[in-house]
C-alpha cells in the first residue's frame, strides 16, 4: 500500500470524524433567554373571524382571529388575554362545550372568510381545562375548519364543518361526526373536491336535526369563483346519516356562498342568505327549511359573500337578526327591514348577542372587537387585542429606533421601539389609509414613503411639513397600462439616499423619490394574458384589484453594487440585471427542484457578496405548501436549496444577517426559524413567540435587533441577537464559554409613560441591563453553582441567579450593587429595594461550578449624551455610599435593642424577682427605638409619623437613584439624619454600659447567660 493511499485515506477518515463530532445547538438550547418581546400596536386591532360566547356565563367570551390566535374574556370584553400562542394562529372556529363550559373548548384553525390575504390552520383542537393546555384532535389536512356543532344533550357527539382548501382541490371538504369525543370520526356528507362546508348549525331543541350549508369555490392568484352547481342546502333529521336538498323557494341557477342561522326559541325560523346572480338576497323559512321566501335583497346583505356571511339572531326574539357585511345590518321585524349598526371600523364578520340581555351585543371586525349596550346604536372598542396584521415593516437609524408598516385594511403606521413608561397607542402615527402594505423611511431626510393597495396611492409624506405628495408612477402615452401587485413593491436606494423603486410589470426608478419616473426594464414578468383577466368574483363580481397578476412583487438593489438590481414576480420570475437595468437575466430556469410559475415572495441581496442572493417563493396560492428558499452564489447561474425539515409552514420572507453570513432568518406562516450555519440546521424561536405568520424581517443595524412585522401578532422583536453570531465548533466543545460583549451603557433614563388606561395595550420596552452571556455544554444538575460580580481589586460587588440551562445562558444585571439592610419596622420603607448603582468600569465576572472557577470582564459606560461631569458623579457615589452604610448602621443598632428587649422579656418570664432590672431595660430601649423606626400603625390610614429609619431611607433612595451630585438640600439633610443616628448610637451605648450590663451582672450572679449578640459584619451577611 502506498504512501499517498494511506494519508488520502486517513484525511478521508478525518474528516469524517470531525463531521460526526459536529454540534448542533438547536431551539431552547441554542437562544437560551433571547426572548421575544410583542409591542402591538392595538388601537386599530385586527380582523376577528368568529366569536363565542360561554353558554352560562356572561362574562366569559372568546374571540378567534384571522392570524392572532385564540384570546379570552373574562370580564365582559373589557380585556382579553392570549390562550392559543402555541398553535396555528389562523381561526375558523371556536366552540364551547355546552354541558361542560368552563373546562371544554374546541378550536377548528384555518381562516373561513377567504380574501386572497388568509392564512391557513392545521387542524382541529380541543381544551380540558379552560384553555390553557390543547390537544390536536386531526383534521391536520384540513386547511379551514368552518363549523363546530356539539349536541347539548351528549357532549361526545360532535359534527365538524370543513371548508377545506382555498386554492386546491381537497378530498377533506365536507362534514364529519364523532360519537366518541372526538377520537374518531366519520365522514357524513361529501360533494365533490371543489365543494365544503360553509356552515353547519344543529337544531338547539332536537339535535337529530343538521343543517349543512354546502359552498363551491376556487381562488387563484390571479382570480376568486364563488358559486357552481354543487352549492346547496342540506337537512338531516337523522343526525347526519342521510341528507336532502331544501330548496323550496330558493332562486334558479348555479348558487354561492350561504350564510345561514336557525333562531335558538324557535327552531323553525330559519334565516339564510343566498349568494346568486337572479333573487339574491335574504330568504326565511317558518317551517323548518321546507319553504323559503326571499324578504330583502339590500346591498348591505348581499355585499361580498365569500367576505361577509354570517348571521345572528337573537336568542330570546326570532324576529332580531344580525347579518355581518361592510357596515352590520339588523333587523327588528324578521327580516324584513334592515338599519346599519352604530359607527365602529368595517368589515363585520361575526356577532354574538349577551346571553342575558340582547341589548349588549359583541361585534367582531376587521378591525376588533367591539362591543355595545344598547342594542347596537353605539359601539364601544376593545383597546388591547393587540392582532394588528403586518404585511411589511421596516426600521430606521433614529434613538430609539422607528417601526414603519402596512397593515390589513388598517392603512399604514409608524412608531417608536422604546417610549417612557411603555409603547402606547398615542405613540403610532398613520401614514396611509386602506390596505398599507410597505412604508419606508428615507435613509437621510424625515421622509416616509407609503403606499396603498394596488399603488392606487403611494405617498411622500414630510413629517416636518405634514405635506403628502402622491408619487404613483403613471403610464406615459402609447405606452402599455400599468399592473401593480395588490402589494406593489417599493425600494430605497442603499447608493443614493434620493433614489427610490417601484415595480409594476417594469421596474421604475425615480432619483428626486418620485416626482420623475423612468422604466429601466421591458416587462420582466411571464405577461401571460391568461391571468390577467380583471373579472373576478363569480356569481358576485369582485373587482377590488386584489387579484392584478403578472407584476413585480420584490425589487433588492445590491447593497455593495448599485448596478445589481433583483426583481422577483409574482408569476414566478427572478430577473438580475448588472448594469443598471440596461440588460436582464432570467435566472429562473436554474432553479431545480421548483414547480414553474411560483409567487417570488421575497429576494435579499447579500450584504456580503455581491453575487450573492436569496430567494424565498410561496406556492400556497396554487396549494402547494412546501417551503422553498434558495441561495445563490453567482448572480443566479446556480441555486441552492436552504430547506430542510426542520421549516414548518411556506415561506415569506428571509434576512441574512450583517455581520455573520451564515445567520439567516426566515419567516414562514407559522413562525420564525434561525439557522447559524448557513442553512444545515434550522430552529423554530419560540421564547414569548408565538406561532404567527411572519411576512417580514428586518435587522436594526446599531442594536442588532431583529424586528418582525407579523400578520395576526403586529411587531415583534427580538432585542440583540449579536450572541448568535459568536457561537463556532470551537465554543461548543468547551465545557463553559464566556462571550465577549461591547461595553454595556448605563442609560440615564428615568422618565414617565403617557395615558393608558388599565385596558388599553402598552407594548414592552427592551430590556437596558447588560448581559452576561455563556455557553454550558451540559446542563448543571447536581452540587453548587453560583454567579458574581467583582470590582477589580476582587471584592464581592454582587451576587447574580446563574443559568443553569445547557447551550446558551443569558443573566441580566442592573449595574446595582446588593441593597443595604434595612431596620426592623412597623411599616414598610423603600430604602431596602434600592442598591446603589457601580461607576462605570470593568468588572470581573466569576461563575463557580462545584470546585472550578470560570472568569470574564464585563465593561460599563456612562451614558454619552449625559451632561453629569464626572467630578458630580463622585460627589453623587460618595453620598450614596455613606447613606448606604447610614442605613446598616441603624439596621445594626435597631436589631441590638430587638435582641436585648426580648432577651430582657425572656428573663422577665422565668425570674419575678428580675423584673425591676429588665423592665429600666426595656423601658429605655423601647423609648430610644420609637425615635429610630415606627413601631405603631400601618402603612396607610393609619400610618404612625416616620422616624429616623425612614427619612434616612427616603434620602437614601433620593440620593442613590441621582446621576449627578445631591443638592445642597439633600446633603443637609444626610448631615443632620446622621447626626441623629450618631446621637441614637450614644445612646444605646449609655444604655448597654449602665442598664444592660446591670442585666448581665445580675445574670452572671444567679447562673444565667448574658446575652450574645453577633457581629455587626456577621449581621449584615445573615
Known amino acids: 500500500m502506498n504512501n499517498k493511499f494511506i494519508i488520502a485515506s486517513l484525511a478521508i477518515l478525518f474528516c469524517i470524524n470531525l463531521q460526526a463530532q459536529e454540534i448542533v445547538l438547536k431551539g431552547k438550547e441554542l437562544f437560551g433567554n433571547l426572548k421575544a418581546r410583542q409591542i402591538g400596536p392595538a388601537l386599530m386591532s385586527g380582523r376577528i373571524i368568529d366569536l363565542e360566547n360561554h353558554p352560562t356565563n356572561d362574562r366569559i367570551i372568546y374571540a378567534g382571529t384571522a392570524g392572532g390566535g385564540v384570546w379570552k374574556s373574562s370580564n365582559g370584553g373589557a380585556s382579553f388575554s392570549s390562550v392559543f400562542d402555541k398553535h396555528a394562529q389562523s381561526i375558523g372556529v371556536v366552540k364551547v362545550d355546552p354541558t361542560d363550559p368552563d373546562t371544554t373548548i374546541w378550536v377548528g384553525t384555518g381562516e373561513i372568510w377567504t380574501r386572497n390575504s388568509v392564512s391557513i390552520g392545521d387542524g382541529l383542537y380541543k381544551s380540558t381545562d379552560g384553555g390553557a393546555n390543547w390537544k390536536k384532535m386531526g383534521f391536520e389536512n384540513s386547511e379551514r375548519i368552518s363549523s363546530i356543532q356539539i349536541n347539548p344533550k351528549n357532549s361526545n357527539e360532535i359534527y365538524i364543518g370543513v371548508l377545506g382548501a382555498l386554492w386546491s382541490d381537497s378530498s377533506d371538504r365536507g362534514v364529519y361526526k364523532t360519537i366518541d369525543g372526538g377520537k374518531t370520526w366519520n365522514k357524513i356528507l361529501y360533494i365533490n373536491q371543489k365543494t365544503g362546508a360553509n356552515e353547519v348549525i344543529i337544531d338547539p331543541k332536537n339535535p337529530n336535526i343538521v343543517y349543512a350549508a354546502m359552498w363551491e369555490f376556487r381562488r387563484t392568484p390571479w382570480g376568486f369563483n364563488s358559486g357552481g352547481p354543487n352549492s ?36 323553525q325560523i330559519i334565516y339564510t342568505v343566498i349568494e346568486s346572480k337572479e333573487n339574491k338576497g335574504l330568504y326565511r323559512s317558518d317551517d323548518a327549511g321546507a319553504n323559503w321566501k326571499l324578504l330583502n335583497g339590500d346591498f348591505g346583505l348581499v355585499v361580498r359573500p365569500f367576505y361577509f356571511s354570517r348571521i345572528v339572531v337573537d336568542p330570546k326574539n326570532p324576529d332580531i337578526l344580525i347579518k355581518g357585511g361592510l357596515f352590520g345590518s339588523i333587523s327588528r321585524d324578521g327580516g324584513k327591514t334592515f338599519k346599519n349598526l352604530g359607527s365602529m371600523h368595517a368589515d363585520i364578520h361575526d356577532i354574538v348577542f349577551d346571553i342575558n340581555n340582547s341589548d349588549r351585543i359583541y361585534v367582531g371586525t376587521d378591525g376588533g372587537v367591539y362591543r355595545s349596550w344598547d342594542g347596537g346604536a353605539t359601539m364601544d372598542m376593545v383597546d388591547n387585542l393587540p392582532i394588528s396584521q403586518f404585511y411589511h415593516i421596516s426600521v430606521d437609524n433614529e434613538e430609539p429606533y422607528n417601526i414603519y408598516g402596512g397593515l390589513q385594511d388598517n392603512g399604514s403606521w409608524w412608531g417608536p421601539s422604546s417610549s417612557p413608561g411603555g409603547i402606547e397607542a398615542r405613540d403610532w402615527k398613520p401614514v396611509g389609509y386602506g390596505d398599507g402594505f410597505r412604508v419606508l423611511r428615507h435613509p437621510s431626510k424625515k421622509i416616509i414613503y407609503s403606499e396603498m393597495q394596488g399603488a392606487q396611492n403611494v405617498w411622500r409624506y414630510d413629517i416636518d411639513r405634514n405635506y403628502t405628495k402622491n408619487i404613483k408612477p403613471l403610464p406615459i402615452k402609447g405606452e402599455a397600462e400599468l399592473r401593480f401587485n395588490w402589494n406593489a413593491p417599493m425600494a430605497v436606494s442603499n447608493h443614493y439616499p434620493d433614489r427610490f423603486y417601484m415595480g409594476s410589470q417594469f421596474l421604475h426608478i425615480s432619483e428626486d423619490m418620485g416626482d420623475n419616473w423612468k422604466k429601466i426594464s421591458p416587462d ?10 380583471k373579472e373576478s368574483g363569480g356569481l358576485s363580481v369582485d373587482k377590488s384589484g386584489a387579484e392584478t397578476h403578472t407584476t413585480i412583487f420584490t425589487i433588492a438593489e445590491s447593497p455593495i453594487d448599485q448596478n445589481i438590481i433583483w426583481v422577483g414576480t409574482d408569476d414566478g420570475n427572478v430577473q438580475v440585471t448588472q448594469d443598471g437595468g440596461k440588460s436582464w437575466t432570467n435566472t429562473v430556469a436554474n432553479i431545480q427542484g421548483l414547480p414553474k410559475n411560483t409567487w417570488v415572495y421575497h429576494i435579499e441581496a447579500s450584504t456580503h457578496n455581491k453575487e450573492t442572493a436569496y430567494a424565498v417563493f410561496d406556492g400556497h396560492t396554487t396549494g402547494d405548501m412546501k417551503p422553498y428558499v434558495y441561495k445563490t452564489t453567482d448572480f443566479g447561474k446556480t441555486w441552492s436549496s436552504l430547506v430542510t425539515n426542520d421549516i414548518v ?12 453570513q451564515d445567520i439567516l432568518y426566515l419567516g414562514t406562516e407559522f413562525g420564525l426559524f434561525i439557522t447559524i450555519d448557513g442553512g444545515k440546521h434550522w430552529s423554530r424561536f419560540t421564547n414569548n413567540m408565538p406561532a404567527t ?4 424581517i428586518d435587522l436594526q443595524k446599531k442594536t442588532n435587533d431583529l424586528v418582525l412585522g407579523t400578520h395576526g401578532r403586529g411587531i415583534i422583536i427580538i432585542d440583540d441577537i449579536s450572541p448568535l453570531r459568536k457561537i463556532t465548533q470551537e465554543v461548543l466543545t468547551k465545557n463553559i464559554h464566556f462571550f465577549e460583549n461591547p461595553p454595556f451603557t448605563i442609560k440615564e433614563e428615568s422618565g414617565f409613560g403617557g395615558g393608558s388606561t388599565k385596558l388599553q395595550f402598552k407594548g414592552e420596552n427592551p430590556n437596558t441591563n447588560a448581559k452576561i452571556i455563556y455557553y454550558l455544554k451540559k446542563r448543571h444538575t447536581f452540587g453548587k453553582m453560583t454567579l458574581s460580580i467583582q470590582d477589580q481589586n476582587g471584592n464581592k460587588v454582587v451576587d447574580l441567579v446563574p443559568g443553569k440551562s445547557k447551550g446558551i445562558n443569558i443573566v441580566n444585571w442592573n449595574f446595582r450593587k446588593k441593597a443595604p439592610k434595612v431596620a426592623a419596622g412597623k411599616t414598610l420603607t423603600f430604602g431596602g429595594f434600592t442598591a446603589p448603582r457601580v461607576a462605570a468600569g470593568t468588572y470581573n465576572i466569576v461563575l463557580t461550578k462545584g470546585k472550578n472557577q470560570y472568569k470574564s470582564t464585563i465593561t460599563l459606560q456612562n451614558d454619552p449624551i449625559s451632561l453629569v461631569s464626572e467630578k458630580d458623579r463622585i460627589v453623587q457615589r460618595k453620598a450614596a455610599q455613606q447613606l448606604f452604610d447610614d442605613m446598616q448602621e441603624l439596621a445594626y443598632l435597631v436589631y441590638q435593642i430587638d435582641q436585648n428587649i426580648q432577651s430582657a422579656k425572656n428573663v422577665s418570664k422565668k425570674d419575678s424577682a428580675s423584673q425591676k432590672i429588665t423592665s429600666s431595660v426595656i423601658n429605655e430601649l423601647v423609648a430610644l427605638k420609637k425615635t429610630l423606626v415606627v413601631t405603631t400603625g400601618d402603612n396607610y390610614v393609619a400610618e404612625a409619623e416616620p422616624q429616623l429609619r425612614e427619612k434616612l431611607s427616603e434620602v437614601y433612595s433620593d440620593v442613590t437613584n441621582l446621576f449627578e451630585k445631591p443638592s445642597s438640600a439633600q446633603l443637609e439633610n444626610k448631615e443632620v439624619l446622621e447626626t441623629r443616628l450618631h446621637n441614637a448610637k450614644e445612646a444605646y451605648k449609655n444604655i448597654e454600659n449602665k442598664q444592660i450590663t446591670k442585666l448581665n451582672k445580675y445574670l452572671e450572679k444567679t447562673g444565667g447567660t448574658p446575652l450574645k449578640i453577633i457581629t455587626k459584619e456577621e449581621f449584615i451577611n445573615k
Open 649 to 660: 409552514g411556506f415561506a415569506r420572507n428571509i434576512q441574512e444577517d450583517y455581520v455573520n
Open 232 to 267: 346547496a342546502l342540506y337537512k338531516s333529521t337523522d343526525a347526519g346519516k342521510t341528507w336532502n336538498k331544501i330548496h323550496n323557494g330558493f332562486p334558479k341557477g348555479d348558487l354561492g356562498r350561504l350564510a345561514l342561522a336557525i333562531s335558538p326559541s324557535n327552531p
Open 693 to 696: 405568520a411572519v411576512h417580514f
Open 524 to 533: 420582466l414578468t411571464t405577461n401571460d394574458p391568461a391571468k390577467q383577466d
